[in-house]
């Protein structure tokens, strides 16, 4: 079995990098009958890629697949006993063997107003029931989207439909708790253009599927908010955590890349997290940091320890490219990566920050980012 520095080392390297598919390993599982499938081409969060396991059958990674990308050495190759052979070619040798998580059962089953599930909600991870309840943003709409944001390519694509119910969520998790791969849910959103920026999209949701799966604990992502009460109303809604997601700490990379989003300044960021820390408590609060727009900046460090020391858990992932759009974003270099998931993991065991005590969504799931592995390593607090 590998050991943990090992398999942070590697995950880093597959995050940034990605695999290439082999075409033979493609018309191979095509002439069983068995349709290999790619992963998500739009949405929220981190496109494309499938989940795979180390072989400590805890350790979980969301690996980007490519067709034919020349900036990666990796193939995915062969199968072999559910285990599959991701080959790097620059050394002519077997990199790492990983476990494919399959696709759950109820993606093949329909909703009482006749919706595949699928287009409901997904399984990220091992056991994250994940969704977005709307499927539009206000800065698609007036020309200013983040520029790394898929989140209504899927909805193009016919993958998902534009707004969820609670009723249809009910209905998912009642058919992915018979499978029993659900220990959590994750609910996100597009920004909408009224002065809640799509929080109250949220509060009945919350409280219907709370009343129905009282113990079932749901993270919520959001922009920062002007008004800090639509925080505390999610609170008292029944989100059990929170993201506020900045996604760049780079001022100037920050414009360019989100250039609606960015108009909301880093210090109504640090005032929202930490009225979100007082209200749903510690390590329970995180954001999503990008990854791969070039070399750190002092500004990036300052910025990181500053939210790390206030008690926000950074959620740190490499962008990815955007299909069918113009953004193409280069491969992520894991040295760096990998610098700034073990510099972050030493300040959180600093000031106190544990990400392993998060309930719910993209932390306690892990899948798309090296922090957890990376604290684990820092602090010592191996798998048992």
């Known amino acids: 079995m590998l050991k943990l520095k090992r398999i942070l080392e590697i995950k880093t390297e597959l995050l940034c990098k990605g695999v290439n598919l082999d075409e033979r390993f493609i018309d191979k599982y095509k002439s069983k009958g068995i349709p290999f499938k790619e992963g998500r081409k739009g949405g929220a969060g981190p496109l494309g890629g499938r989940y795979f396991a180390f072989d400590d ?21 062969n199968e072999k006993d559910g285990y599959f052979e991701i080959f790097d070619k620059s050394k002519n040798s077997v990199f790492v063997k990983l476990r494919l998580i399959p696709y759950p059962n109820y993606y093949k089953i329909t909703t009482t107003d006749d919706i595949l599930m699928e287009k409901i909600a997904l399984i990220h991870g091992l056991d994250c029931l994940a969704t977005t309840i709307y499927q539009r943003c206000c800065y698609w709409e007036n020309g200013s989207k ?27 998790i009642n058919a992915v708790k018979i499978e029993g791969k659900f220990k959590h849910l994750l609910l996100t959103t597009g920004t ?4 809640d920026k799509g929080v109250l999209k949220y509060i009945n949701i919350l409280e219907d599927i709370k009343n129905k799966f009282p113990d079932i604990p749901i993270h919520v992502q959001i922009e920062a908010v002007d008004n800090l009460e639509y925080i505390s109303m999610l609170k008292e809604a029944g989100a059990d955590t929170l993201g506020i997601h900045i996604e760049i700490l780079d001022d100037s990379i920050r414009k360019v890349i989100c ?3 960015s108009k909301t300044s880093y210090e109504v960021y640090e005032k ?14 995180d ?14 460090w300052n910025k990181l320890e500053k939210m790390i020391k206030l008690g926000v858990i950074p959620h740190i992932t490499p962008v990815r490219p955007v299909p069918q759009s113009k953004f193409k974003a280069p491969i992520c270099n894991p040295l760096i990566l990998l610098n700034i998931f073990e510099y972050s993991a030493k300040l959180m065991k600093k000031f106190n920050v544990n990400p392993l005590n998060n309930k719910a969504g993209c932390v306690r799931c892990g899948a798309c980012s090296g922090i957890i592995e990376a604290y684990r390593l820092i602090t010592g607090n191996y798998w048992s």
Request: glycine share 8%.
């Open 146 to 172: 983040c520029q790394f944001c898929g989140i209504e390519l899927s909805l193009a694509r016919g993958d998902t439909i534009e707004e969820k119910t609670s009723k249809q969520l009910i209905e998912v």
């Open 57 to 77: 059958n805890k350790t979980i990674l969301n690996v980007p697949l490519w067709h034919n990308n020349k900036e990666t050495n990796f193939v995915l190759k």
């Open 259 to 261: 250039p609606g989003k």
């Open 287 to 300: 954001s999503f940091i990008l990854i791969g727009f070039g070399e750190p900046t002092e500004e990036f």
């Open 272 to 285: 929202n997290w930490i009225h979100a820390l007082e209200i749903f408590g510690k390590d329970q609060v």
């Open 192 to 195: 909408t253009s009224s002065i």
